[in-house]
């Protein structure tokens, strides 16, 4: 792996005064102009969690720049709100938009052609397949093991937030998904049921190519994030 140069930056969301925590990954080999990545984390997890930082590192490796940033109620952006997570669902899914915002304000310089593309897991990929998937200028959507339906779930959300957090409220069928959106899963995984993945792909109509099924792995792909990382850049090389 080549020497990784991080930034840490603030960026600011579009209604309050919160300040989400991020990092922008890149090394000496990446081009003065590269598209850019958003690594968006899971519930409970931040940008220095393991998973997340791992995927950050490789992807910015590869030669694009990296941003992983720390939802509201987690990591470094928590201690800028005594409210936990669970009341700030609204706010926590509309911030990718300030991401975005972010990005396209002050990254224009190194930002190439606009090229914005999401990557996350779990709560991380319902974030990409519902205010990720709305926002027309994300050019690619790699949301892994993500639930289609937050009312299935063991902990009890009011109503509205699940309409917030459901991507099965959000996509549609376009045979456009298949140039814009790959899936991942492991059979096995015993946080989101499996067939979550099946009625996203069913919903999205998405090709069989663009969903990566696995038997084992587990809700952390255990074994396999070396193939998702390789699959990845696949996918990106079209944005």
Not at 93 to 112: A, G
Request: charged share 30%; proline share 4%.
């Amino acid at each position: 792996m080549k020497s990784l140069i991080i930034e840490d930056v603030d960026i600011p969301t579009r209604d309050d005064e919160i300040l989400l925590k991020s990092s922008i990954y890149y090394t000496d080999n990446t081009p003065k102009m590269a598209p850019f990545i958003v690594n968006c984390p899971a519930l409970l997890e931040h940008k220095n969690s393991k998973f997340v930082k791992s995927f950050t590192e490789k992807f910015a490796d590869a030669g694009y720049y990296v941003l992983s940033y720390d939802h509201r109620g987690h990591g470094e952006t928590a201690k800028q709100s005594r409210k936990k997570w669970a009341r700030m669902i609204p706010q926590i899914f509309n911030d990718i938009h300030s991401v975005i915002d972010w990005i396209l304000e002050q990254e224009r310089k190194r930002l190439l052609g606009k090229k914005i593309a999401l990557f996350g897991r779990s709560f991380g990929g319902a974030i990409i397949l519902t205010h990720g998937y709305i926002d027309e200028r994300v050019k690619k959507l790699i949301p892994l093991c993500t639930r289609y339906d937050y009312s299935t779930t063991q902990v009890r959300f009011s109503e509205s937030d699940i309409r917030i957090m459901s991507p099965k409220y959000y996509i549609k069928n376009d045979p456009s998904n298949n140039e814009r959106v790959l899936l991942a899963h492991c059979k096995d995984d015993d946080r989101i049921p499996f067939k979550n993945v099946i009625q996203i792909k069913n919903h999205l109509g998405l090709k069989d190519s663009n969903v990566l099924i696995f038997e084992t792995g587990g809700h952390s792909f255990k074994g396999h994030r070396d193939e998702i990382f390789k699959k990845s850049l696949d996918f990106l090389k079209s944005m």
